[in-house]
């Protein structure tokens, strides 16, 4: 097998920081930190580091966070300790204040440093989009999509994406945000409801009564009044458990295709979210790596800057997988890694089966039901083709 080399006149860059990994939720807690040091093991020791430009990333200032964020927000955060809270002393305890402290967003040892490097890694990501010092910034740290300007939801306590974003519209008139975690990007739809600069689309499973955060109906396309610029820049796709690699990529590349001929991204951002893959402790779709990678290619074939970044992935054994393969579509070596996991891979038992692409049935045994007849689908790409006329071309 030969050595992976860089890209000729392309630029990849990494962004991670290895303290940021080293936090923990808690014991039941599906969110771990530690998937970070899983995904970048494989990525290393598929040789990809030679390929890209590696940085640690730097920890986000106060300032810089509180470009999005409250500084209430942002006081509390910093201050809050992760003691033990009563239940019957709940409603009282200033630490549930702002949504932190509960069983979704706990307080943890460092809370605020795992904040500030996921922030930061984001916004390092941001700044070599602007400069045009790479063509591709990934940050596999960041992707915490459902933080609010003053409230932590759903793992999410800093909103890495909205701060990053608003990094690129000081250098790009318009910039599409695009969201394939299992869950309803909200938080970074709403920073943007009022402006035309950004367009968001999300891709999540939608069960308003069952299925966090409950957001994101297909005709949920921002706050319609003739004020508002930001009218129609939402677009949301909703879909039911069980999609498949084939019926996600036809909607995605017909979505995305369509937003990108109508909207003229100048960037695009893509949260790369690994919970839409099958076998995921939270997720309810059928996709697999190739397929939640091909959502990457598509956006890098739109040859317009890009970042990367994470979100959730609560098998750890499918993150780094999904997030490996989407390294590799970034440098363009997809085609000369080998679907074989490297022998010399740390925590190889870690992956149960070693290839890179487990079939369905290795995943599940049985597959989940798919829920998503093809009219339903149909109904969707039209409602979007209609909701972008009214978006300037
Ligand atoms: N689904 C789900 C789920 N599971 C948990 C959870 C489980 C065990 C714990 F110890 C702690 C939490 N919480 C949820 C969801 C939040 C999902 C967030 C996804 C984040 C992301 O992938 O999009 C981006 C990183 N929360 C809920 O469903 C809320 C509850 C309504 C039910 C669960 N309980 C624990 C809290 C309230
Ligand atoms: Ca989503
Ligand atoms: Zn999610």
Redesign the pocket.
């Known amino acids: 097998e030969s050595a992976i080399t860089r890209p000729k006149g392309y630029t990849v860059s990494f962004h991670c920081n290895p303290d940021m990994e080293k936090h923990h939720f808690?014991m039941?807690?599906?969110?771990k930190p530690w998937r970070l040091t899983l995904s970048k093991s494989l990525i290393y020791s598929y040789g990809m580091s030679f390929a890209m430009d590696n940085y640690i990333a730097r920890a986000a200032t106060y300032e810089e966070l509180a470009d999005f964020h409250s500084t209430d927000y942002l006081d509390f955060l910093g201050t809050v300790l992760p003691e033990p809270v009563p239940r019957d002393l709940e409603n009282q305890n200033p630490d549930l204040r702002f949504n932190l402290g509960?069983?979704?967003c706990p307080l943890f040892e460092g809370l605020y440093d795992y904040c500030s490097l996921s922030a930061g890694g984001a916004l390092d990501a941001a700044r070599k989009i602007c400069y045009k010092q790479s063509d591709i910034a990934i940050a596999w740290g960041g992707g915490?999509?459902?933080a609010k300007k003053a409230e932590a939801s759903?793992?999410?306590y800093i909103n890495d994406i909205v701060v990053a974003i608003l990094q690129l519209l000081r250098f790009h008139p318009r910039v599409l945000y695009i969201d394939i975690?299992v869950?309803h990007g909200d938080g970074v739809e709403e920073a943007f409801f009022s402006t035309d600069r950004v367009m968001t689309v999300s891709f999540h499973k939608y069960d308003p009564n069952n299925f966090?955060p409950g957001t994101g109906a297909l005709d949920d396309n921002g706050p319609k009044n003739e004020q508002n610029p930001g009218a129609h820049h939402a677009v949301n796709v909703p879909l039911n458990d069980g999609i498949t690699d084939e019926q996600y990529d036809m909607l995605f590349n017909t979505i995305v295709g369509r937003i990108v001929e109508r909207f003229r991204p100048t960037a695009i951002a893509l949260q790369c979210?690994a919970?839409s893959l099958a076998g995921d402790r939270?997720g309810r779709f059928n996709l697999q790596v190739q397929g939640h990678g091909a959502c990457v290619e598509f956006c890098k074939k739109m040859n317009l800057p890009l970042i990367l970044f994470g979100?959730?992935g609560y098998t750890p054994r499918n993150v780094a997988r999904a997030w490996t393969y989407e390294t590799s579509i970034a440098i363009g070596c997809q085609e000369k890694i080998s679907p074989m996991l490297p022998q010399h891979a740390p925590w190889r038992q870690q992956f149960r089966q070693d290839t890179l692409f487990p079939t369905l049935e290795q995943i599940l045994g049985e597959p989940r039901q798919n829920r998503n007849p093809q009219k339903r689908l149909q109904d969707i790409v039209q409602h979007v083709t209609e909701q972008l006329r009214f978006v300037q071309a």
């Open positions: 808690g039941t807690h599906p969110m509960g069983s979704d915490l999509h459902h759903g793992f999410c975690d869950h966090f979210g919970d939270l979100g959730g």
